[in-house]
């Protein structure tokens, strides 16, 4: 159990902003919440998330993070444990402009809360268990018709590309159907949605739900962050900004992202191998998925490890039982290249927002919706992109259940027209033409670089 740490009724402290800085340069750990300080310096092992993400936002208020990120009954008994003092601050001893800053950030931050507690009321945080017993049953369908098909149907070509495209389609909704899961928002029992992941995700897909959750939720909380998103630190294949001309150093994988020479040829064509890239993409999970239960700790990682392992094993068992390679060269290529409409929107549901470093006093309801957009598409098409389309209204409120993104859509609609902020939207294909844009772009600035450094060469 992590430890706790009690304070006595009348040891009452008070930190500023200074104190809370010192205290975090001097090595400690300390968040701010609803305007009392608290040190979690020795919880961080414990985090079910990862140290990594409490360390990301250390010295920084969390109210509205952790508000989106955890169920009330977690603020309301465990965080007390770790509480130090008050957070205070005079606002009349500060410059006007800074001052108005902070006011803006009290007001949208009430009207943000305010909002919460009406999801609340009208029951968008419920779970929907007939939604996802019939998105089990459906992951089911396509799962067992796709092995029916590979071990049971004709010996031909024309058959084991279908089970092949039946068992992409799986692929594709299972991810849907084991976010929710990791996101503990299916049965609301942690435990029990984490192995259902497990089985859906490591053991039938082969993609590691620890690494998932390690990777997708620092992703929610320093979004489109150059050096600590994961989800936008693609080099050296793909730059979605010139900030990674200056060899970042990425905070989450622990290495520097070099700007090379391999980089800068692969950076000034990428418009033009974007789509081939996603293809691929499902292989570089796979790969991302070992080395993380190789190299850092993550819930029931002995269950993760033997249901990965047996992914591979279960899957070149059912290639070597194909008539020749002809057939097994097919059924990788037909059960891989389509996930690439999956990587593709959620790629784009963000690469071409501002990328920009979190800043100290940077609100999180504003970040959400700077770095963030929906790709709109019919509501009958609904059950292809599964909701993880309405990035923006995730990002706002990752604990709300995807079956009732329809319902907040309502809310954040009118919540953005009352405080004067803008929900970016893009369809389907005018999203793909920015995306495209974005990397041309920056492949052009690439390009540029280049001819300069060619020039003063000659000269």
């Not at 159990?1 to 200074?18: G, N, R, T, Y």
């Not at 020795?42 to 409490?54: A, M, V």
């Not at 990965?308 to 899957?315: G, Q």
């Amino acid at each position: 159990m992590p430890p706790q740490i009690l304070m006595a009724p009348a040891a009452v402290c008070s930190f500023d902003s200074e104190a809370v800085q010192r205290l975090t340069k001097e090595g400690e750990t300390i968040l701010i919440f609803d305007r009392k300080v608290y040190n979690v310096t020795k919880f961080l092992k414990y985090h079910p998330g990862g140290d990594h993400l409490i360390k990301a936002v250390a010295g920084k208020d969390v109210t509205e993070i952790m508000r989106a990120m955890h169920h009330n009954s977690i603020l309301v008994t465990k965080l007390p444990r770790y509480c130090i003092g008050e957070f205070y601050e005079d606002i009349a001893l500060m410059e006007p402009i800074k001052r108005a800053r902070i006011e803006k950030k009290v007001r949208l931050s009430e009207a943000y809360h305010n909002l919460e507690k009406t999801l609340i009321a009208d029951g968008i945080y419920e779970p929907n268990h007939r939604f996802y017993i019939r998105e089990l049953i459906k992951c089911m369908c396509l799962f067992i018709t796709s092995l029916y098909l590979a071990f049971f149907g004709p010996r031909h070509l024309p058959n084991f590309c279908t089970s092949a495209l039946l068992m992409s389609l799986y692929w594709h909704q299972s991810a849907l159907f084991f976010h929710d899961l990791a996101h503990r928002y299916v049965t609301f029992d942690a435990k029990f949605d984490y192995i259902v992941a497990v089985i859906l995700s490591n053991l039938f897909s082969g993609t590691c739900v620890g690494w998932w959750k390690h990777n997708h939720n620092i992703h929610h909380i320093v979004t489109n962050d150059p050096e600590c998103d994961p989800d936008i630190q693609h080099m050296p294949f793909l730059a979605y900004s010139t900030k990674f001309f200056s060899s970042l150093y990425s905070k989450y994988y622990g290495h520097e992202m070099t700007f090379d020479l391999p980089s800068r040829f692969l950076v000034s064509i990428q418009h033009y191998l974007f789509y081939v890239i996603m293809m691929f993409a499902r292989f570089n999970l796979y790969a991302l998925g070992i080395r993380h239960l190789l190299s850092r700790p993550c819930p029931m990682k002995r269950l993760e490890v033997a249901c990965v392992s047996s992914f591979f094993i279960w899957f070149s068992l059912m290639l070597s039982t194909f008539p020749d390679w002809k057939c097994r060269i097919a059924f990788v290529v037909f059960t891989h290249f389509p996930q690439a409409i999956l990587h593709l929107q959620l790629v784009m549901s963000h690469s071409f927002m501002p990328i920009e470093s979190v800043e100290e006093d940077d609100l999180f309801v504003l970040r959400q919706l700077r770095t963030s957009i929906d790709i709109d598409c019919p509501e009958w098409l609904d059950w292809f992109h599964g909701g993880l389309n309405f990035q923006v209204l995730h990002h706002l409120f990752p604990r709300v259940p995807r079956p009732h993104f329809r319902r907040l859509l309502v809310h954040v609609k009118r919540f953005c027209e009352e405080q004067g902020l803008e929900r970016h939207s893009v369809d389907f294909t005018n999203g793909n033409y920015r995306l495209i844009g974005c990397l041309k772009d920056v492949a052009d600035q690439v390009s540029l670089l280049i001819n300069v450094a060619k020039d003063a060469k000659a000269h």
